[in-house]
T-cell receptor, first 114, second 115 residues
Framework: AQSVTQLGSHVSVSEGALVLLRCNYSSSVPPYLFWYVQYPNQGLQLLLKYTSAATLVKGINGFEAEFKKSETSFHLTKPSAHMSDAAEYFCAVSDANSGYALNFGKGTSLLVTP | KAGVTQTPRYLIKTRGQQVTLSCSPISGHRSVSWYQQTPGQGLQFLFEYFSETQRNKGNFPGRFSGRQFSNSRSEMNVSTLELGDSALYLC??????????????FGPGTRLTVL
């Protein structure tokens, strides 16, 4: 069965600092990987997705993630944090075995301090 | 283009009652998926509908059901509500059945509180 682990339920960074949110997955078949962001009282917004093309994926708002098969990781990064990046971030995996339903990690709450 | 809309946005029910939530997908999208979000269990997949047929189902009891209409709008129903059903219910739509690469676009959710 597939699974997603997000290391760190809370991450705090200073404005302008590097953002690194960690995601590890397990899947017995080639996975599709996603990062979503959720702002308070809102639904999920797609940041980026990996669909077996380029391993370095660029998304919206300056975020990017690198698919590393050998490490089964898909960490999310942003060079310089903005106050508006404060939100909940979810990593998700889907594959053929699950009928391509999204299987989400527990989420990481990002706090950006001035 | 309008996004995914869900109604109502907030709902309060009592134990034992039943509830119906509605989701209108993005125009042209034919696949609708439902997810439950709770603080304890996180985001969990409920089911997916495409062309009025349930295509995939998560691990939820039979009290949770859904349907899709010919215009792709979807409803989910929860019967005999329990306190643990209190959650944010999210609907997501995509152009075609989830095939991995297709992006699912989420609505704002319906916040259900069971008293």
């Amino acid at each position: 069965a597939q699974s997603v682990t997000q290391l760190g339920s809370h991450v705090s960074v200073s404005e302008g600092a590097l953002v690194l949110l960690r995601c590890n997955y397990s899947s017995s078949v080639p996975p599709y990987l996603f990062w979503y962001v959720q702002y308070p009282n809102q639904g999920l917004q797609l940041l980026l997705k990996y669909t077996s093309a380029a391993t370095l994926v660029k998304g919206i708002n300056g975020f990017e993630a690198e698919f590393k098969k050998s490490e089964t990781s898909f960490h999310l990064t942003k060079p310089s944090a903005h106050m508006s990046d404060a939100a909940e971030y979810f990593c998700a995996v889907s594959d053929a075995n699950s009928g391509y339903a999204l299987n989400f990690g527990k989420g990481t709450s990002l706090l950006v301090t001035p | 283009k309008a996004g995914v809309t869900q109604t109502p946005r907030y709902l309060i029910k009592t134990r034992g009652q039943q509830v119906t939530l509605s989701c209108s997908p993005i125009s042209g999208h034919r696949s609708v998926s439902w997810y439950q979000q709770t603080p304890g269990q996180g985001l969990q997949f409920l089911f997916e509908y495409f062309s009025e047929t349930q295509r995939n189902k998560g691990n939820f009891p039979g009290r949770f059901s859904g349907r899709q209409f010919s215009n792709s709008r979807s409803e989910m129903n929860v019967s005999t509500l329990e306190l643990g059903d209190s959650a944010l219910y999210l609907c997501a739509s995509s152009l075609a059945p989830s095939g991995g690469a297709d992006t699912q676009y989420f609505g704002p959710g319906t916040r259900l509180t069971v008293l």
